[in-house]
């Protein structure tokens, strides 16, 4: 099967997905930062549509409606195979993984929450805590200003790629072999920033814990978490990430 043909509206999202949801839109159903599919975007789309647009209210910022964009399913990634929309999880097929150096376009997408609402870069804040000598909270630039950055071609995969074929089957997303990618990711090592934190002698393993929340979208429930053994976490080869193939994280 082809890889479907870019549409009119997969253009105008393809660089820039955020801004061209606001000139879409409208600034307001932008700021939103949950999705566009509410208020005025939401009425906007169920004009188009015809009908009432599932799970608006969980879009994260940069989606197309497939029904609208004809096949392009994520702003810049065609040709990727959705597996959940809630959590939102797409695989890429493998006739698309030839590239020695994976395009931001075929990388595959994994969420085990809901989205934050709030997806900006500039305010994003890194908190390292616990049993540490010198407790930090850091931003992209205090990173990128405080300690070296490198560029490593890192292979990164689900741990559920392949789940499709076990037996007995397993529950959860049915990946079949497209749960993987390789890209040059950019930024600052995580044994860097623990060593400015002072990691205790007594630690044996971090904890991370990201901004997605709870599927149920209750506070009150712990969203995933995970972490590695602090000899991992103080590989060199481990990066706190801000940069993919030159350029930004797609959101």
């Not at 932008?30 to 005025?40: K, N, S, T």
């Amino acid at each position: 099967m082809s890889d479907p043909k870019p549409t009119p509206l997969t253009d105008f999202y393809a660089d820039n997905p955020l801004e061209a949801e606001a000139h879409l839109f409208g600034r307001k159903a932008h700021a939103d930062r949950r999705g566009f599919l509410r208020g005025a975007g939401l009425a906007a789309f169920g004009a188009a549509l015809g009908a009432a647009v599932p799970f608006h209210r969980n879009f994260p910022a940069g989606l197309i409606p497939h029904a609208l964009a004809q096949g392009s399913v994520v702003a810049g990634k065609d040709g990727l195979i959705i597996l959940n929309d809630r959590p939102f999880n797409a695989e890429t097929p493998a006739h698309l993984l030839d590239d020695p150096i994976t395009p931001i376009a075929r990388h595959f997408i994994r969420n085990n929450g809901l989205p934050p609402e709030d997806m900006s870069a500039r305010d994003w804040r890194l908190r390292i805590d616990g049993l540490v000598d010198r407790p930090m909270t850091l931003s992209i630039d205090d990173l990128k200003r405080d300690f070296e950055t490198v560029t490593e071609r890192l292979v990164i995969e689900c741990g559920g790629n392949g789940r499709a074929f076990f037996e007995p089957g397993a529950s959860g997303n049915q990946w079949t072999v497209g749960a993987v990618a390789c890209a040059e990711w950019t930024g600052v090592r995580l044994a860097d920033v623990l060593k400015a934190a002072g990691v205790k002698d007594d630690v044996i393993y971090t904890a991370h814990e990201g901004a997605d929340s709870h599927l149920s979208g209750d506070p009150s429930k712990m969203p995933l978490s995970r972490g590695v053994p602090i000899e991992k976490a103080m590989d060199p080869h481990n990066l706190i990430a801000f940069g993919m193939n030159g350029g930004d994280i797609h959101p």
